[in-house]
């Protein structure tokens, strides 16, 4: 079955520090993997989609088919990047599921 | 056991013909959102629902859209006349209470209007 795992619920670092966000898929088609963030109560906003390859607001996600990874970072993360984030599988034109989401509190 | 279950998950209609999906959570929470998104093309928040009314709504919830709490358990997202652009996979997401609470996602219901 189609599945996507992001293991840390909490994720806690300083301004400043590096900051990696893990998503595993299991799927065993060609996959389409997204980021999306929720900052505070706001509504879900796409911030990464595999295929584009960009970076945005400095954070970047690859694609490891080896091993299922689409894990999201940052090199140096900033107090406003505190949000959850949900890592996202679409396959089977337009089926999508959604990992449990990451909360990223970032310290001053 | 999901935290929300959507029924149907695929729902084919005729253009101009009123539909109903529904979202059911397990229980307990408070806060529910209705997202779609048309093939090929991002997530797109459509309403938020918290004590019984709508708290926010975006653009693409005109007066086509409406959504209720019909028993207080099931929550349901209505479009009274279908148009084809309609047709998408439609997300229920669900939280409790709280700022830090995660949002939990349906498996969505697959809308063809033809």
């Known amino acids: 079955a189609q599945r996507v795992t992001q293991p840390e619920k909490l994720l806690s670092v300083f301004k400043g520090a590096p900051v990696e966000l893990k998503c595993n898929y299991s799927y065993s088609g060609s996959p389409e993997l997204f980021w999306y963030v929720q900052y505070s109560r706001q509504r879900l906003q796409l911030l990464l989609r595999h295929i584009s390859r960009e970076s945005i607001k400095g954070f970047t996600a690859d694609l490891n088919k080896g091993e299922t990874s689409f894990h999201l970072k940052k090199p140096f993360a900033q107090e406003e990047d505190s949000a959850m984030y949900y890592c996202?599988?679409?396959?089977?034109?337009?089926?999508?599921?959604f990992g449990a989401g990451t909360r990223l509190t970032v310290k001053p | 056991e999901p935290e929300v279950t959507q029924t149907p998950s695929h729902q084919v209609t005729q253009m101009g013909q009123e539909v109903i999906l529904r979202c059911v959570p397990i229980?307990?929470?408070?806060?529910f959102y209705w997202y779609r998104q048309i093939l090929g093309q991002k997530v797109e928040f459509l309403v938020s629902f918290y004590n019984n009314e709508i708290s926010e709504k975006s653009e693409i919830f005109d007066d086509q859209f409406s959504v209720e709490r019909p028993d207080g358990s099931n929550f349901t997202l209505k479009i009274r006349s279908t148009k084809l652009e309609d047709s998408a996979m439609y997300f229920c997401?669900?939280?409790?209470?709280?700022?830090?609470?995660?949002?939990?996602f349906g498996n969505g219901t697959r809308l063809t209007v033809t």
């Open positions: 996202a599988l679409s396959y089977n034109n337009n089926d999508m599921r």
């Open positions: 229980s307990n929470h408070l806060y």
């Open positions: 997401a669900i939280t409790r209470q709280g700022e830090n609470s995660p949002l939990h």
